[in-house]
C-alpha cells in the first residue's frame, strides 16, 4: 500500500508524470469538500493518501464529509492500531 500511497501522491500533488519536475501547484486552504484535491491542509492530504493510495478501494477508510482535524485522523480509519504501549511520567 506504501508503494501506491506515495505514487498517488507524487502524480496528484508534485507531477502528473511522475517524473522530477514539478507541474502540480497545489493551493493550501481549507475547503469543506473533503474529496477535492484543490485546495487542501495538512490532515486533509494524509486522509486522501489514505483514501485513495491504494488504488480507490477505500475498504480500510470510513467516509466522511467536512473538515478534518489532525486529532480526528485516527477515527476516520476502520481498524485501529494495536496499542503497543502506555508510557507515563513517574
Not at 473533503?34 to 486522509?47: A, E, M, Q
Request: contains cysteine.
Amino acid at each position: 500500500m506504501a508503494a501506491k500511497a506515495a505514487s498517488w501522491v507524487d502524480r496528484n500533488f508534485y507531477s502528473t508524470t511522475g517524473g522530477a519536475t514539478q507541474n502540480v501547484f497545489i493551493m493550501y486552504g481549507k475547503y469543506h469538500y473533503l474529496y477535492h484535491i484543490n485546495p487542501t491542509y495538512c490532515s486533509k492530504l494524509v486522509f486522501q493518501v489514505f483514501y485513495y493510495g491504494d488504488g480507490f478501494s477505500c475498504s480500510h477508510m470510513h467516509p466522511r464529509s467536512g473538515f478534518v482535524a489532525p486529532y480526528e485522523l485516527i477515527g476516520a480509519f476502520k481498524m485501529a492500531p494495536e496499542l503497543v504501549k502506555i508510557y507515563s511520567k513517574k
